[in-house]
């Protein structure tokens, strides 16, 4: 067929999002192959771990879709694994934003770090507004979350309704925000849905999430029966979990501190939109710390553990306007995101340390909730809006393959788990991976964009696990020593059988011999004696410590 006589697609591509929870990037095509037009859901993070040493953010690879025909980015909510890319990939894009007003007020903030605020396009869209892309014609579809308006997708196209629900859940008290809009959902499913793209988080949960008006009533019980100051740790973007612990303190008697620059942050945006109203002002911070304790409750960032969050410096010590100690109490009002575990608990050993009292949900059941939907609430979901097809995302590999199978003990007719870079044509015909395109990371380090599999980082690993020698020697102009050979090393060990200072004597002797040995055409190439001393130090390290270290040799010419 010719490039004249190609049909129309209609294409689904996530780039971030599936196969792992965070880095949402969506990409949704239409047209024929050779002229498709884009919009992209979403430009979300992930965070750095052990794994990535230095490397505090991580974002999705854009570069398949740069210098595409893309028509718009539209944002479903504000959590950074949604918006937090943007102020690192929107050059590489350059297209109009389209959010509701508390996402765009994030956003805005975001593209001034970046320095580009006057660059983009944010053009705000009222919640449960319509904008038309191109083919695509959008509504907002009003859902529940863990974030102030957060906001499903309706997708239609000439070739079908695509659902895309964001990050969502079933609270019919959700204290900030209407409930779920469950009459507009069953209007999409008696229009008919074409697939519905679906969060994926819960999909191992029985039952379902449960409301913040329960952990509202909980936290208020649980502080008031608290003495001596309180701190709070939970995630700053949760507005209506923010608004249920400054109304418990007030019921008990207490003022209420932000610590934390995100708490800062998102209180503003919040209150812009009209939340977090009718509350008392918040304390300074030279209120804080000469307010009595019993009257304080600290609202904190540093719910995971993150070292320079406002809850590590006060298990620290070492916060400049408020402290926790013994007769104190730190309420956990968060879940622990995998891989967060040792973090989390080497925090909370520390605040036990001082004497401070944890409560978490572990123990006190009641004082959080998830944002994401549990079994039940998937299939409430998937009766109301009766889906062809079902597309998981925001999940690892097991839940998207859970939730395959949910979907067809559910009778939908079809069902694709994807991974990331797969394109799934939704239409015409059945449902099937077509393609597979580039669908990397880049780390931002150092303030810069570097690829996943960049030297420094690579380098940064090797070090972490194996150590660096560092040699240095002087040579005359016949290529002889001339000096003595200062060896030094960063992260290998020494015992009381082998001190590090006899082990990097041994290894000065071994580059010696090294370099009395080379050929005289070898002398005068520093590059042949630098890798010929690190492969004779690698392979001595090898025998001495089970370590092979980067080597860093400087040859001096005298």
């Known amino acids: 067929m010719s490039k004249k006589q190609q049909a129309d697609e209609l294409v689904f591509l996530p780039l971030g999002g599936s196969d792992e929870i965070g880095m949402n990037l969506?990409?949704?095509?239409?047209?024929?192959e050779h002229a498709r037009q884009w919009v992209i859901v979403d430009m979300g993070v992930t965070f750095g771990d052990l794994s990535t040493p230095g490397v505090d953010v991580i974002v999705p690879d854009p570069s398949f879709i740069e210098g595409e025909n893309v028509l718009g980015i539209v944002l479903t909510h504000a959590h950074e694994d949604h918006i937090g890319a943007v102020g690192w990939l929107w050059s590489?894009?350059?297209?109009?934003i389209y959010a509701t007003p508390f996402t765009a007020y994030l956003v805005r903030e975001k593209l001034r770090d970046a320095g580009i605020l006057d660059e983009v396009e944010i053009i705000e869209v009222p919640l449960g507004g319509d904008?038309?892309?191109g083919p695509f014609e959008m509504t907002l579809v009003t859902i529940?979350?863990?974030i102030p308006e957060p906001n499903g997708l309706a997708i239609r196209t000439p070739l079908g309704t695509v659902l895309h629900t964001g990050d969502w859940k079933i609270d019919d008290q959700p204290i900030t925000g209407a409930p779920t809009d469950?009459?507009?959902l069953r209007r999409l499913g008696d229009e008919g849905v074409l697939a519905m793209v679906c969060d994926s988080t819960n999909v191992f949960v029985e039952g379902s999430a449960g409301s913040e008006e329960g952990v509202r009533e909980a936290m208020t019980r649980l502080i008031g029966e608290l003495r001596g100051r309180v701190a709070v740790a939970c995630f700053a973007s949760n507005v209506a979990r923010l608004d249920s612990v400054i109304r418990a303190a007030e019921a008990s008697g207490r003022r209420v501190g932000l610590l934390g620059r995100s708490m800062h942050r998102i209180t503003a945006a919040a209150r812009h939109v009209g939340l977090l109203q009718d509350i008392q002002p918040f304390l300074t911070d030279a209120e804080i710390r000469v307010f009595p304790k019993e009257k304080v409750l600290l609202l904190c960032t540093g719910s995971q553990g993150e070292p320079r969050a406002a809850l590590s410096r006060l298990a620290e010590g070492t916060h400049p306007h408020a402290s926790l100690g013994q007769g104190d109490h730190c309420i956990f009002s968060s879940r622990v995101i995998p891989g967060n575990e040792l973090a989390i608990g080497r925090l909370q050993d520390k605040l036990a340390d001082r004497g401070v009292r944890l409560y978490t949900e572990k123990d006190h059941p009641g004082i959080h909730v998830s944002g994401h939907p549990c079994r039940e609430e998937l299939r409430q979901m998937y009766g109301w809006v009766r889906p062809r097809i079902a597309i998981p995302t925001h999940g690892q590999r097991r839940h998207l393959v859970e939730h395959v199978n949910l979907a067809r003990d559910l009778q939908v007719p079809e069902a694709v788990a994807m991974r990331n870079g797969d394109m799934v044509r939704l239409a015409p015909g059945r449902a099937e991976i077509i393609d597979e395109v580039p669908a990397g990371r880049l780390y931002v380090d150092g303030g810069m964009l570097v690829p996943a599999a960049g030297e420094a980082l690579r380098e940064r690993r090797h070090a972490s696990t194996n150590g660096v020698l560092i040699v240095s020697f002087a040579l005359d102009g016949k290529g002889r020593l001339a000096?003595?050979?200062?060896m030094r090393s960063l992260g290998l060990p020494g015992d009381e059988t082998l001190p590090l200072g006899d082990a990097l004597d041994d290894l000065a002797e071994e580059v010696e011999r090294v370099v009395e040995g080379l050929k005289r055409e070898e002398r005068d190439d520093d590059t042949a004696i630098e890798h010929a001393v690190a492969?004779?130090?690698?392979?001595?390290s090898q025998r001495l410590w089970d370590r092979r270290p980067i080597v860093e040799t400087v040859v001096l010419r005298v």
Not at 483 to 486: F, G, K, L, R, V
């Open 131 to 133: 904008l038309k892309l």
């Open 92 to 96: 590489r894009i350059r297209v109009p």
């Open 26 to 32: 969506n990409l949704y095509g239409y047209g024929p």
């Open 182 to 184: 469950v009459d507009a």
């Open 144 to 146: 529940t979350h863990s």
């Open 535 to 540: 492969r004779r130090l690698k392979k001595a």
């Open 483 to 486: 000096s003595d050979i200062d």
